[in-house]
């Protein structure tokens, strides 16, 4: 079938909205889906423009879709034609990382997310050039019609707006599950979020669905909005680390020489991590959610790090399991816990170039691209 997409064509170009094809000739495991919102997360940006692998382009990216099931495949059991749903990564569904609800560990995980392709080679997507990468997350739902994996799917309510749940499946999802899940503060905790864009504000939003949430939360960003941002979802404390000489010297003295409890990293910048890391308190954690370059690595001070017993550790998706999590975001918003809504400003899916345009200067903070 015929459908409009965002293409990239080459590392760095732009997206460009145009008709592909889509191979709807449904493997077992696969789903048609008629998109209505994307999200559009850094990850989507940052791949636009990565040149470290061979065969990528021409792609279409997105990650963060929401619509509703058009047909599904002879083995898909957990959703139907007509289902409203959002969608997120995917995972095999067998391994003992999945059999345990930890899904984003899966043992395929970079094979059904990163392998921009089905199982069996071919690709659901094509022009007149030939074929072009899909399957990104499972889904590469910048596309009006995509192909993703069932186990990508998560149902939710025929009365919740689609173009407002869109985000869930990545960003959001990753920044209250790093705190819910990875950090888990208790009252007496001194927590951190530092790049408090969509990812840092969501981990922020979460503490409010602790029964006792920390008392000291601390937010450091270069963007004095964001920073303002943050004090209103819950931040008490502010740092921005342009304007100060050394990171972790601030962090020690908003936190009185005890150190930081818990923190999450959404930048990814070595030089962050290892002021980070030496602001941590004794058994406390720094917990990396963001990617910078694909070959940066975090300096370790061994000797603190045993002294102390604090842990540095990697977060892949909020550490949750979708199926289960997202839902209760979803409830928590529709009580008015989780405001993640606040952050969504809306573009006609052929808007994509602006919308990347205000999400990196920093105009946007969440871009949800709608398909008409």
């Not at 999200?39 to 636009?48: A, E, I, P």
């Not at 030939?130 to 009365?159: D, M, W």
């Amino acid at each position: 079938m015929i459908t409009e997409a965002l293409l990239v064509s080459a590392a760095g170009a732009s997206f460009s909205y145009q008709e592909i094809t889509v191979d709807d000739d449904l493997r077992e495991d696969e789903v048609l889906v008629e998109m209505k919102a994307t999200g559009v997360c850094h990850t989507d940006l940052n791949f636009s423009k990565e040149k470290t692998i061979p065969g990528l382009f021409p792609a279409v990216f997105g990650h963060e879709g929401a619509g509703i099931v058009v047909k599904i495949g002879s083995q898909v059991v957990n959703t139907s034609p007509g289902d409203h749903v959002v969608l997120t990564y995917s995972c095999c569904g067998k391994c003992k990382y999945c059999l345990r609800k930890e899904t984003s560990y899966c043992y395929d995980f970079e094979k059904d997310n990163f392998g921009f392709q089905r199982h069996d080679g071919s690709k659901s997507f094509s022009t007149k050039d030939g074929p072009v990468s899909s399957h990104f997350f499972g889904q590469s739902s910048f596309s009006k019609y995509a192909v993703v994996k069932g186990r990508s799917i998560i149902k939710v309510g025929e009365e919740v707006p689609l173009d407002s749940l869109a985000p869930l499946g990545c960003g959001i999802m990753t920044g209250a599950g790093a705190m819910l899940n990875v950090v888990k503060p208790t009252s007496d905790s001194i927590v951190c979020v530092v790049g408090v864009g969509a990812v840092g504000l969501a981990a922020l939003m979460a503490l409010k669905l602790l029964p006792a949430p920390p008392k000291k939360v601390i937010a450091v960003d270069v963007v004095p909005e964001r920073l303002e941002l943050a004090r209103k979802y819950g931040a008490t404390d502010f740092i921005n680390s342009r304007e100060v000489e050394n990171l972790q010297d601030s962090l020690n003295g908003v936190s009185g020489g005890k150190g930081i409890d818990g923190t999450i990293d959404t930048t990814g910048r070595p030089d962050v991590i290892s002021s980070l890391l030496e602001a941590t308190a004794k058994r406390g954690i720094v917990v990396q959610v963001g990617v910078g370059a694909l070959t940066a690595e975090a300096p370790v001070w061994i000797f603190h790090h045993v002294n102390t017993g604090r842990q540095y550790v990697g977060c892949a998706m909020g550490s949750c399991y979708p199926q289960e999590f997202i839902p209760i975001l979803v409830e928590a918003w529709q009580e008015g816990k989780f405001p993640f809504t606040d952050l969504i400003v809306r573009y006609p899916a052929v808007d994509m170039n602006t919308a990347a345009k205000d999400m990196l200067s920093g105009k946007v903070i969440k871009a949800v691209l709608v398909w008409k």
